[in-house]
């Protein structure tokens, strides 16, 4: 038998006992039932008091039964060959026509190649403003459609999601 377990996700806090403070958050179980009170974590910084789960512990009070963490959701990412698909037919880009007329075509080109701006078939040429991580992994793009009127104005958008 599989058991999970995970921080008490409510604001129920119990004393430390390191420092004897009310500031103890404990474990409980994928039934939100509390583990020992054993494990747990101080949420002062200053006291640092972190006791997880002991394997050997746990099982011998729990009849050997195995437990694995909560595992985090890993995020899902975009293809580049999706983002590299956008980054053209900036004629139809309706950000492009109209930066057209406030600068060059060439400094308008660089800017969109730089922060990698693409364009969408979707609302007729809306621009697609990608978002990518530290690790270069592309999370999304959102989708812009502008007017052609001074100020600037965005009037819709939407999320690319993988
Ligand atoms: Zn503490």
Redesign the pocket.
Known sequence: MKYLYQFDPSSKKFE??????K??VRYVDAKNRYLHEDFGK???L????YRPPNKKHFALENNNIEFIPVKPKTPSYITSSVMNASLKSYETNALYIYLIKHFSKSEVIDAFKKYKLGTSKKWNGSTVFWQIDFNNKIRSGKMYQCWLVHPLKFCGNSLIRS
């Open positions: 430390c006992p390191k420092c004897h403070q500031r103890f101080c949420d002062r200053k006291c640092g008091c």
